[in-house]
């Protein structure tokens, strides 16, 4: 189930960062050919959440969430991020930092629950 979970998550991220490329985010910025990494990413590493029974992949979902999350929150302090400023305005920034932090979650939870012997 948390696995599940972060799979779904990992992949939601993705495709957002993939619709943000599409209608051409930070057009002729360094960060734009990154949401499109980010997007394939995220959608590769879904799948391979669920069809490869690692603790890689886990490891891998926490990892993608807490950059991914981390990156945008210092894109919006003051400073920005190497010159990209951001806002906690609109849906996908929303939606991508909510299934973010759930990525992290879900990630943790199944790599906790992976571990422990079943009886």
């Given at each position: 189930m948390p696995?599940?979970?972060a799979?779904?998550?990992v992949a939601v991220s993705g495709v957002v960062h993939l619709y943000l490329w599409r209608l051409g985010y930070f057009e002729g910025m360094w960060l734009r050919p990154l949401f499109l990494a980010q997007g394939v990413g995220g959608v590769v590493l879904a799948v391979l959440l669920v069809a490869w029974r690692s603790?890689?992949?886990l490891v891998g979902a926490v990892a993608y969430g807490a950059a991914t999350l981390g990156g945008f929150v210092?894109?919006?302090t003051p400073g920005?991020?190497?010159g990209v400023q951001a806002r906690w305005e609109g849906g996908?920034?929303?939606v991508s930092a909510l299934t973010?932090?759930?990525a992290v979650a879900a990630g943790v939870w199944a790599l906790t629950a992976e571990?422990?012997?079943r009886t």
């Amino acid at each position: 189930m948390p696995r599940v979970l972060a799979a779904g998550a990992v992949a939601v991220s993705g495709v957002v960062h993939l619709y943000l490329w599409r209608l051409g985010y930070f057009e002729g910025m360094w960060l734009r050919p990154l949401f499109l990494a980010q997007g394939v990413g995220g959608v590769v590493l879904a799948v391979l959440l669920v069809a490869w029974r690692s603790a890689l992949p886990l490891v891998g979902a926490v990892a993608y969430g807490a950059a991914t999350l981390g990156g945008f929150v210092v894109a919006t302090t003051p400073g920005g991020l190497a010159g990209v400023q951001a806002r906690w305005e609109g849906g996908p920034e929303w939606v991508s930092a909510l299934t973010e932090l759930l990525a992290v979650a879900a990630g943790v939870w199944a790599l906790t629950a992976e571990r422990r012997p079943r009886t």
